[in-house]
């Protein structure tokens, strides 16, 4: 039997195991309306095309909502048309691929979700809907690791930053989703590996879904293949600790190698390699020499549009101490505790560092942020380089969550209620009219190849990207269906 006996003022408090089996009433219902709140929000301002991602994006969701995947040469126009009309933007970042027909040069993951919400007229839902999974998942994860009010300090950080309002605000961009993905995995697995007293096939059904949900991330933004590797690697080291049964790891592993064959397949099907994607060759790029400049650049940006990470390097730093003054300490409760924090820890930060890690290598947000363009301005201008390191915030919602845990139990709703008051400002100064420019709304061409924003967003025929009338700020913002598209139909 656990006890909550300290020897030392400096060691862990023992969560007991009553205080895991169930969430309290209250804990849920502040959950929920941390929710709530964050959905009203992010419903109260209208939405609009910012960058040619967000037209490539909308594109491949219409011509998936007609059943097509490719496009004919006719089709496409017709598309462009559509978008046209109702938008005021035609198609961007499209491929002309070898058999003549289009397909965007966008990893095709998102418009397959978010078709669903398009064909009911909620597209905005598509973002909070996977907000929702991954408030389950932390809430869950944290609840299991950090006993009382952890799963609900862990759902508020994560919808708290003005980065996950922001883009989740942004209904036509995949960020917020996938990153949503990986949180709802993170917090499944979490509690698949410290929940030793559940049932094996409730652990194997909970450790299942975490794999998929991350797959489904990867499938949206294929360097979140990163996290998903992480959490592997962290499932084989430690599955014999956290006694899972060999079969769990079987239906596990299975998953992740169906995943693995399915994009292989999909890429070689339609870019023309299995690991071939719509960019063309040396369009997105990392190198050692990006590192200095988005050094100096990121840091601030991501500060500012994501708080909640400061707590969350205090939460690595307090746990190696812990985990060294617990080193040789003859309360077995305190030792073990401090091992499995130590544990969790370790893996959450692997996965967030190694994720930021590569995008400090990214050669475009460095180019970007010496060129003094959109991207690499302050307020808007952050909204388009931020949006690659979206991914780590519900692992460091999770280590957040632990920081807040371990403070006098009146301190967190006060830390919790400055970071929520930082995020809505984030999100008015990411989202701002200023920042972004043109009197539209829109964004202005850069210079060099390409001409847009982004990596790889030089119009093709009939594409143009300007400043579109807002879709309103209800759950709508789909855009008539018209007559259809000529044309045949896609493979």
Not at 113 to 125: M, N, P, S, T
Not at 180 to 185: N, T
Not at 430 to 442: K, N, P
Request: glycine content about 16%; some cysteine.
């Amino acid at each position: 039997m656990l006890t909550t006996t300290l020897v030392k003022p400096e060691s862990p408090p023992t969560v007991r195991p009553e205080e895991r089996r169930g969430a309290s009433v209250a804990e849920m219902a502040v959950a929920a309306g941390a929710f709530a709140l964050f959905c009203i929000v992010v419903l109260t301002k209208a939405t609009r095309l910012l960058e040619p991602d967000d037209a490539a994006y909308l594109a491949s969701i219409i011509a998936l909502s007609h059943g097509h995947l490719t496009l004919t040469t006719a089709q496409y126009h017709a598309v462009s048309s559509q978008m046209q009309g109702s938008y005021g933007t035609g198609i961007q970042q499209w491929v002309h691929l070898a058999d003549g027909r289009w397909m965007s040069e966008k990893n095709p993951g998102y418009p397959f979700y978010a078709v669903f919400f398009y064909w009911i007229g909620a597209l905005r839902a598509a973002p909070l809907f996977a907000a929702g999974a991954a408030s389950v998942g932390l809430f869950a994860g944290a609840r299991q690791w950090l006993g009382k009010w952890g799963g609900t300090w862990a759902v508020i950080l994560f919808l708290s930053s003005g980065a996950a309002i922001a883009f989740a605000w942004r209904d036509t961009m995949p960020s917020f989703t996938d990153a949503s993905f990986v949180a709802a995995g993170a917090g499944a697995l979490v509690w698949t590996m410290l929940a030793t007293e559940a049932t094996t096939r409730l652990r194997t059904v909970i450790g299942l879904l975490g794999f998929v949900a991350l797959e489904a991330a990867v499938f949206i933004r294929y360097t979140d293949v990163v996290l998903l590797a992480v959490a592997t690697i962290a499932v084989l080291c430690f599955h014999r600790r956290a006694h899972m049964a060999a079969r769990a790891l079987w239906w596990w592993f299975g998953s992740l190698g169906a995943f693995a064959a399915l994009v292989l397949l999909f890429d070689a099907t339609f870019y023309g390699g299995p690991l071939k994607t719509g960019y063309g060759a040396g369009e997105i790029t990392f190198s050692l020499s990006a590192i200095g400049p988005n050094l100096r650049l990121m840091p601030s940006h991501l500060v500012e549009a994501i708080p909640a990470l400061l707590l969350g390097l205090a939460a690595l730093g307090w746990i190696a101490v812990r985990l060294v003054l617990s080193t040789g300490n003859v309360d077995p409760p305190v030792a073990t505790t401090s091992r499995r924090d130590a544990a969790v820890g370790s893996v959450l930060a692997v996965g967030w560092f190694g994720l930021w890690g590569l995008y400090a290598a990214y050669t475009w947000t460095a180019r970007m942020g010496a060129g003094g363009g959109p991207g690499g301005g302050g307020g808007g201008g952050a909204i388009h380089i931020i949006r690659f390191y979206l991914p780590a915030i519900g692992l460091i919602a999770l280590l957040g969550a632990w920081f807040l845990a371990q403070l006098p139990r009146w301190l967190p709703p006060v830390l919790l209620a400055a970071v929520a008051g930082l995020g809505i400002w984030s999100f008015e100064s990411l989202t701002a009219v200023g920042a972004l420019g043109g009197a539209g709304g829109g964004i202005p061409g850069l210079p060099g190849a390409g001409g847009g924003v982004g990596p790889g967003s030089g119009p093709p025929p009939g594409g143009r990207l300007g400043g579109g009338p807002p879709s309103g700020s209800g759950f709508g913002g789909r855009p008539p269906s018209g007559s259809g598209f000529g044309g045949g139909s896609a493979p």
